[in-house]
């Protein structure tokens, strides 16, 4: 069993593209591979679970307290909805390998935060585009910057010739000590541009995926050739093996705590309400809406409330006419809605199924595209697209700026998503923006005056500052804070309570 953290000093140094590649190949090879990404990202964990058949799970100490991150780093007990934990323990293959994407840069974030904890080695994947002998002095700086981590090894990427690889892979040899160089990668567009341009655009949730699958799985086999192509593999292997017993220990130390939890709960008949799957007389559906304009959701809020009772049922705004019958709540996360806004704006069945569920008291939940979608409309491009009227708000994707970062959520009234005075964290990433005082006022369903706020959410950046959000109407909340069900599973359970009286 071994463990490997991909780091670099910045974003866009090919860690995902390594991260991919390397998942890739050792699966291949045999092993049983978990794949993890640091922060709150939603879109390489889609490429990299469908381009390696494995779920990839986000890890983020804001977003999942402490208590709850060892056993969904580990893999074993606590993040599973349909798993006893006995099977997990008793089930373990040690041919297994622990893949970790970091983000940003090494020190940016909770990148270092989650490689210290978790003793992974790490393999810094350097962009060496006009950057020679200095190289050596970037990579020694991460690694003596700050102490508590294992940097073991470098992948050197868009080498330009061979020459330029030796010249900066003898620099660190000679002045880096307990460091590899496992190889490089060429700065080649032809290989690695279409990277961008297909598994950007394409993404594997498409409804047209099933006729793009075979060019997906060519391009992922095409980037893996040509990341390793000079790079020492079986070096690599075995460094990361010798370079693991830290993380090893932690992980079976962690095995041993959790066979001496199960064997308590078992014999106390003990039941834990935010951990244990809750029981109900019938299985609650939960409409989730997922094709290639909404697809931003963490797998673990899936598994969460599925753990509380739901049974989660998928439908596509854009191509479904009607939703899914007998669901109790639709929940719509973000995603790309701008770019197909005239197929979602045409799909006028949807739009008034949609509205009909909300006439009849229907919970909805949304996020960030799933709030555009419930708006009066979006302009977008200078265009005005009517959506389905739900809020009576307006939004624009025109002359916007990025909205981001870690956001604690203050609940101020009472809602499903519990009482006020609850708490929970989350995080905000979008370019749209609410309309003050909106636009086209005679076109909705819904006066202005039904509209309110439900909660509030202060800026890790600006303590204290509260800021009004949740945007609510009769049973339907939007915002544009992605929430952590992870952070406050209370939260999770009042949606499954609220949701059952439906």
């Avoid at 993404?203 to 086999?221: G, M, R, W």
């Avoid at 079986?234 to 079976?252: A, H, P, V, Y």
Wanted: net charge positive; charged share 20%; hydrophobic share 40%.
């Amino acid at each position: 069993m071994f463990s490997v953290f991909f780091a670099s000093d910045r974003s866009s140094s090919g860690k995902s593209m390594v991260t991919l590649a390397f998942s890739k190949k050792v699966k291949e090879m045999g092993y049983e591979i978990d794949v993890l990404k640091v922060g709150p990202d939603f879109i390489d964990p889609i490429i990299i679970s469908n381009a390696v058949n494995t779920k990839v799970r986000n890890i983020d100490p804001f977003l999942i307290p402490l208590r709850s991150l060892n056993s969904l780093v580990f893999n074993c007990c606590g993040n599973s909805a349909d798993t006893n934990c006995t099977d997990v323990l008793n089930n373990l293959n040690m041919n297994k390998a622990f893949i970790v994407e970091g983000a940003m840069g090494l020190y940016d974030g909770n990148s270092y935060s989650i490689a210290k904890k978790f003793k992974f080695p790490i393999v810094l994947v350097m962009d060496s585009k006009r950057i020679s002998s200095t190289m050596a002095s970037v990579i020694f700086g991460l690694k003596k910057y700050k102490k508590g981590i294992n940097v073991c090894g470098v992948i050197l990427n868009n080498i330009s010739s061979a020459r330029h690889y030796k010249i900066i892979s003898d620099e660190i040899k000679n002045n880096v000590k307990n460091t590899e160089v496992f190889g490089y990668i060429l700065n080649n567009e032809a290989a690695f541009g279409i990277k961008e341009r297909y598994l950007g655009l394409v993404t594997p949730i498409a409804s047209n995926f099933k006729q793009n699958k075979s060019k997906f799985e060519t391009v992922v086999n095409n980037i893996k050739n040509e990341v390793f192509r000079n790079i020492d593999l079986d070096l690599m292997i075995k460094t990361l093996k010798r370079e693991s017993k830290g993380f090893n220990n932690l992980f079976f130390n962690h095995v041993n705590r959790m066979k001496r939890r199960q064997f308590k709960l078992e014999n106390n008949k003990a039941t834990n309400v935010l951990f244990a799957r809750i029981k109900r007389k019938r299985r609650i559906k939960i409409a989730v809406a997922y094709d290639k304009a909404f697809f931003f959701y963490y797998n673990f809020n899936i598994e969460i409330l599925k753990s509380f009772g739901a049974e989660i049922v998928f439908f596509s705004p854009l191509s479904d006419k009607t939703i899914p019958k007998g669901v109790s709540m639709i929940y719509i996360g973000g995603g790309y809605p701008e770019i197909y806004i005239n197929n979602l704006a045409k799909n006028q069945g949807m739009l008034n199924e949609i509205y009909k569920f909300f006439e009849n008291n229907g919970i909805i939940y949304a996020e960030c595209g799933g709030l555009m979608y419930l708006s009066r409309g979006l302009v977008y491009k200078g265009e005005y697209w009517k959506l389905s009227g739900i809020l009576p708000l307006d939004v624009t994707m025109d002359n916007t700026r990025l909205s981001l970062g870690y956001r604690i959520v203050h609940l101020k009234e009472e809602s499903f998503l519990g009482d006020a005075g609850l708490k929970i964290n989350g995080h905000e990433f979008h370019y749209s923006g609410i309309i003050a005082g909106g636009l086209r006022q005679n076109n909705t369903r819904r006066d202005s005056a039904d509209l309110k706020n439900v909660f509030e959410c202060e800026s890790l950046a600006s303590p204290g500052v509260l800021i009004p959000e949740g945007y609510n109407v009769l049973n339907v909340i939007g915002s544009y804070i992605h929430l952590s069900f992870f952070s406050n599973k209370i939260i999770a359970r009042n949606i499954m309570d609220n949701a059952a009286k439906i």
